[in-house]
């Protein structure tokens, strides 16, 4: 499986940007997909998640400013940021779960893409 993701960039801070990955290769593998993002001196951590079937699960300081979305169809997960904050800022990497749900756990994740950075400025 491969993961190519898109749509960092650089934003002031309340505003808004939307990721997408895409996947390709063996896609009837896939289960469970999620954001993750790690920044300068931190670990990496988990945004958000959801399941084939659409159930989601977001990390604590996202709830309510991100929505993780897919189209199963287009094999393509997506992240509406919104009211960005600078504390937002790293790079941000789609990956597929070994599981049929998302977890916090980097190790439960089989395939990862290759990261896009969104930088916020304030």
């Known amino acids: 499986v491969q993961l190519q993701a898109s749509g960092g960039g650089l934003v002031q801070a309340g505003g808004s940007l939307r990721l997408s990955c895409a996947a390709s290769?063996?896609?009837?593998?896939?289960?469970?997909m999620a954001w993750h993002r790690q920044a300068p001196g931190n670990e990496r951590e988990l945004v958000a998640s959801i399941t084939t079937g659409g159930a989601t699960n977001y990390g604590r300081s996202m709830k309510g400013r991100f929505t993780i979305s897919r189209d199963n169809a287009k094999n393509t997960v997506y992240l509406q940021m919104n009211s960005l904050k600078p504390e937002d800022t790293a790079v941000y990497y789609c990956?597929?779960?070994?599981?049929?749900?998302?977890?916090?756990?980097?190790?439960?994740?089989?395939?990862w893409g290759q990261g896009t950075q969104v930088t916020v400025s304030s």
């Open positions: 290769g063996s896609v009837e593998v896939i289960t469970a």
């Open positions: 990956a597929t779960s070994r599981y049929a749900y998302g977890s916090s756990q980097a190790g439960h994740y089989a395939y």
